[in-house]
């Protein structure tokens, strides 16, 4: 899934913003990889990658959006310099779950080409098991980039109702 229109839908003023995300079902479980490119002037952590952080919306990140057929969903927040955050919620900015004692595999590489990738290892029982919808998003540059659009006069990301379908093939 590429990443580089702004959140409503209309061109960045930066074309060097930009992700591509690839969703992969794994013997034991939902890999997640994001591969960003140079980021201008983008915030890394000093924690290392891989470490589970509270305050990553501090820090340039990829925000996945997994929406059960209930209306329940998971965010998924990688941020560019490895760390992570995932959550559950059971309707919008209705948190029910925060996996902070789970462990996750991560992996997190910047290539010679200086492109950023990160990788997120999620455990099947965690994925919706009726997926009905997703959005991604890119939190970079004082920006939001999205994989579809969202509705309404300013960016929330919290709108599972307005995501594009989705399902997972077999």
């Given amino acids: 899934m590429p990443i580089g229109r702004l959140w409503n839908g209309d061109r960045s003023p ?4 930009s992700a591509l ?3 992969q079902k794994k013997d034991h479980g939902i890999l997640i990889k994001t591969t960003t490119p140079p980021l201008p002037g983008y915030k890394l952590s000093e924690l290392s990658s891989g470490t589970r952080v509270e305050n990553i ?3 340039e990140r990829i925000c996945l959006f997994f929406v059960e057929d ?4 998971l965010e998924i927040k990688l941020a560019i310099g490895g760390q992570y955050l995932v959550q559950g919620f059971e309707a919008p900015h209705q948190m029910v779950a925060d996996f902070a004692d789970m462990f ?5 590489e910047v290539l010679k080409n200086s492109k950023v990738v990160n990788e997120i290892l999620l455990p099947t029982e965690l994925f919706p098991a009726n997926l009905k919808a997703l959005n991604v998003f ?3 540059g004082n920006q939001i980039l999205a994989y579809h659009p969202l509705s309404g006069s300013e960016p929330d ?7 594009p379908l989705a399902k997972v093939e077999e």
């Fill in 14 to 17: 930066d074309s060097r913003i």
């Fill in 21 to 23: 995300i690839e969703i």
């Fill in 57 to 59: 919306d501090a820090f």
């Fill in 70 to 73: 209930s209306g329940e969903y």
């Fill in 104 to 108: 996750f595999e991560v992996h997190h």
């Fill in 138 to 140: 890119l939190v970079a």
């Fill in 157 to 163: 990301l919290h709108q599972p109702q307005t995501f």
